[in-house]
């Protein structure tokens, strides 16, 4: 099974910054995207940046240009990367980490998801 663990979520200032990471296992060859989402209380989850196998990345509008997404790409246990800068209160949100194996943007479908990092600016 797919297992993802988030971690690095926590209190900052606006106009810090801050990085999560989101490490997988039991991965196999078919997972073709891994995306982080947040979502805040009473509010639709929102997608705000994913990359596919062929390092191919996509961003929210709302994060665009502040936070970065990337992965060490290892084999079956890789880990996810969102570097966040210039955190502003809207930022606030629970942040998790999901993978999918069909097209990767932040309309697929995703099959597999952490439990949540929590970031508070």
């Known amino acids: 099974d797919v297992q993802l663990v988030e971690s690095g979520g926590g209190s900052v200032q606006a106009g810090g910054s801050l990085t999560l990471s989101c490490q997988a296992s039991?991965?196999?060859?078919?997972?073709?995207?891994l995306a982080w989402f947040r979502q805040v209380p009473g509010q639709e989850r929102e997608g705000i940046a994913s990359i596919g196998k062929d390092g191919k990345t996509t961003y929210a509008d709302s994060v665009r240009g502040r936070f970065t997404i990337s992965s060490d790409n290892a084999e079956d246990t890789p880990t996810l990367y969102l570097q966040m800068s210039c955190l502003k209160v809207d930022d606030t949100a629970m942040y998790y980490c999901?993978?999918?194996?069909?097209?990767?943007?932040?309309?697929?479908?995703?099959?597999?998801w952490g439990q949540g990092t929590q970031v508070t600016v």
């Open positions: 039991g991965l196999t060859s078919s997972v073709n995207c």
């Open positions: 999901a993978a999918g194996w069909g097209y990767c943007d932040l309309q697929a479908d995703f099959q597999a």
